[in-house]
């Protein structure tokens, strides 16, 4: 079965600063998909950023993009510029190409310092 | 224009209640999903249906019911509310014949509280 590990439950970066979120995952799937998905106070869950497991380039959104490892089943998260808004939980995700089950990680909760 | 919409946003209700939480997605999906995220905020899928069939269902009770009377709307009935059932429900919606690394998208979740 996969499974998707976060090791930090909790980071804090200064405001304007940049900060990785760790996100490791296991699989012994070759075709897949991997997400982030923000969850602020508000609770709803917005989508950051994605990426095709096929696609060696790393996906990138503005300020947010991945550090993905294949080999390594490692899969960060680097927010650069850091802004009051980006506080909230990080989830990161797993979803099988052959399956619509999305598996999430527990999450990190991200403060961000004024 | 809410994509999906679940409701209620908040449910308080007393063990052994019968409740219900309704949600709705104007994106065209084929595929819906229930989570469930408990208090230390792990989201698991519960359900997942696809042009109102069953796909996935995870070792939920059988007292969950989801229903599907289309493929824009999957509601979930609770029968026989326990305090264990307290969380937060979102609802998700996908589409299968898009490009398969379509993401779901997510209501804004339901609170449960059992009191």
């Known amino acids: 079965a996969q499974t998707v590990t976060q090791s930090q439950p909790e980071m804090s970066v200064q405001e304007a600063e940049t900060v990785t979120l760790s996100c490791t995952y296991d699989t012994s799937e070759s075709d897949y998909y991997l997400f982030w998905y923000k969850q602020p106070p508000s609770r709803q869950m917005i989508l950051v950023i994605r990426q095709e497991a096929y696609k060696q380039q790393n996906a990138t959104e503005n300020r947010f993009s991945v550090n993905f490892q294949k080999a390594a089943k490692s899969f960060s998260l680097k927010i650069s510029d850091s802004q009051l808004g980006d506080a909230a939980m990080y989830f990161c995700a797993y979803r099988s190409a052959w399956d619509d089950k999305i598996i999430f990680g527990k999450g990190t909760r991200l403060h961000i310092l004024p | 224009d809410t994509a999906v919409s679940q409701t209620p946003k908040y449910l308080v209700t007393q063990m052994g209640n019968d409740k219900s939480i309704k949600c709705e997605q104007n994106?065209?999906?084929?595929?819906m999903y229930w989570y469930k995220q408990d208090s230390k905020k792990f989201l698991k899928i519960m359900f997942s249906y696809n042009n109102k069939e069953l796909i996935i269902n995870e070792t939920v009770p059988n007292r969950f019911s989801p229903k599907s009377p289309d493929k824009a709307h999957l509601n979930l009935h609770i029968n026989s509310l326990e305090l264990g059932d307290s969380a937060v429900y979102f609802c998700a919606s996908s589409s299968r014949t898009d490009l398969s690394n379509q993401p779901q998208h997510f209501g804004d979740g339901t609170r449960l509280s059992i009191l």
């Open positions: 994106l065209g999906h084929d595929t």
